[in-house]
């Protein structure tokens, strides 16, 4: 029987990650954030901080360091389905609107085709 591979574990810890930045990057977020990155206490960049930042400086963070905006993905279910009922009701609304606007058509087309040949 050959020998199972396990996979390694391919986390580095967030003050590791805070030595693959860059040093003009590092200059530009706020020393308080750095020192408690490398102490350990935080284990990312809070969100505010990297939105104060330029895009040229976010891309060159290891997105290790960077606060995921996942979100949670019970509210995200929970608009999944709303979005989805809404346009459901949307497009019900939209086909009982063309039914209405048919059926109005086909009473006028027939009641004058009824009164152009009944008044000749």
């Not at 040093?23 to 206490?41: A, C, F, H, K, W």
């Not at 290891?62 to 009922?85: E, F, H, K, R, Y």
């Amino acid at each position: 029987m050959p020998p199972v591979i396990q996979a390694q574990d391919t986390t580095i810890p967030p003050e590791d990650l805070i030595d693959q930045v860059p040093s003009d990057v590092l200059d530009r977020l706020p020393d308080d954030v750095v020192q408690r990155i490398q102490e350990g206490v935080l284990d990312q960049i809070p969100e505010d901080v990297v939105d104060r930042l330029p895009e040229t400086v976010v891309d060159r963070i290891p997105d290790g360091l960077l606060a995921s905006t996942g979100g949670d993905p019970a509210l995200l279910a929970v608009l999944a389905i709303v979005g989805g009922l809404a346009v459901l009701i949307f497009v019900y609304g939209v086909v009982k609107s063309a039914f209405k606007a048919a059926l109005f058509a086909a009473v006028v087309g027939a009641a004058a085709w009824f009164w152009f040949f009944n008044a000749a």
